[in-house]
């Protein structure tokens, strides 16, 4: 298990403002919250075993991890948001 706590930049509800991104990392699966504050926050997860032709998550690294969690959040929950790169 890999945690992953990064503030963000949501652009996509009015004004751009700050967020905590925090994600839980497992080997099969993964779950977000992105958190402003107790009235507004969202919540999701995925999960992905890996294939011959796909090999999941488990594989990526930091940096190609949370641009996934990125992409699904911006295609799941509607959100979309920019973080500083740490690699």
């Excluded at 706590?5 to 509800?13: K, P």
């Excluded at 994600?23 to 958190?35: C, D, G, K, N, Q």
């Amino acid at each position: 298990m890999q945690e992953y706590e990064r503030q963000i930049f949501v652009t996509n509800d009015g004004p751009e403002f700050t967020a905590t991104l925090k994600v839980v990392r497992l080997p099969t699966s993964w779950h977000a919250v992105i958190w402003q504050n107790p009235e507004r926050y969202a919540t999701f997860s995925f999960a992905q075993e890996g294939t011959a032709l796909n090999a999941g998550f488990s594989r990526m690294g930091n940096y190609d991890f949370l641009r996934t969690v990125q992409l699904v959040a911006a295609a799941a929950a509607g959100i979309d948001f920019e973080f500083e790169v740490t690699r």
